[in-house]
């Protein structure tokens, strides 16, 4: 089975710094990989996705990820860390269904808290 | 541009009742997928529709029922509720190729009480 995995329950940084949120993934084949992030009580938004081609993925809200398949790692970063980005993250690995329905299995989520 | 659709927001039940929720689809997306999510844990699959038929299931209760009609949208059909059944239930859609994100509901929450 496919799996993706959060190290870290928290990550605190301050407002300015970069951050990293830590993602692994256990996959059979070329993985397909995304991140969200979920506003408390709100549902899931896409960020950004890898499924071929440059290792650096850019998504929204000057959000980026690296691929790097030696070290199966999907990590999630932004340069410059703003208050409004704390919230839950969560890398996610996308199967591969005969048919479609491709269902997304997500890792336990970081919480990512951004101070002044 | 539209966004998934989910009916209730906010569902309270009492033990032993039924409760049935709504998802509606992004126009043009035929594959469907639930999720629920309890306090602080991360969205656990529950079950997935493509073109109206299932096509993968994860852990569902067996009290649980889902189906997706002619306008791809879909109902999850909870009987017998549990107070471990409170949760936030997400609503999925996506195309059905893998390289595609899937695009999320704002969710149901329910509380059995």
């Known amino acids: 089975a ?33 991140w969200y992030v979920q506003y408390p009580n709100r549902g899931l938004q896409f960020l950004l996705k890898y499924i071929t081609g440059d290792n650096l993925v850019k998504g929204s ?3 980026e990820a690296e691929f790097n398949k030696s070290q199966t790692s999907f990590h999630l970063k932004k340069p ?20 479609g329905g491709n269902k997304l299995t997500f890792g336990t989520g ?6 002044l | 541009a539209a966004g998934v659709i989910q009916s209730p927001r906010h569902l309270i039940k009492e033990k032993r009742e039924t409760a049935t929720l709504k998802c509606y689809p992004i126009p ?11 306090p602080g844990q991360d969205p656990q699959f529950l079950i997935s529709f493509y073109e109206k038929m299932q096509s993968d ?3 569902i209760p067996d009290r ?50």
């Open chain 1, 2 to 34: 496919q799996s993706v995995a959060q190290p870290e329950d928290q990550v605190n940084v301050a407002e300015g710094n970069p951050l990293t949120v830590k993602c692994t993934y256990s996959v059979s084949g070329n993985p397909y990989l995304f």
């Open chain 1, 61 to 63: 809200y000057g959000f």
């Open chain 1, 80 to 99: 410059s860390a703003l208050v409004s980005d704390s919230a839950l993250y969560f890398c996610a690995v996308r199967d591969k269904y005969p048919g």
């Open chain 1, 110 to 115: 970081t919480q990512l808290k951004v101070e």
């Open chain 2, 28 to 38: 043009r997306h035929d594959t469907v997928y639930w999720y629920q999510q309890g």
């Open chain 2, 57 to 59: 299931k994860g852990s």
């Open chain 2, 64 to 113: 649980f029922s889902a189906q997706q009609f002619s306008d791809y949208h879909s109902e999850l059909n909870m009987s017998s509720l549990e107070l471990g059944d409170s949760a936030l239930y997400f609503c999925a859609s996506s195309s059905p190729d893998r390289g595609t994100e899937a695009f999320f509901g704002q969710g149901t929450r329910l509380t059995v009480v």
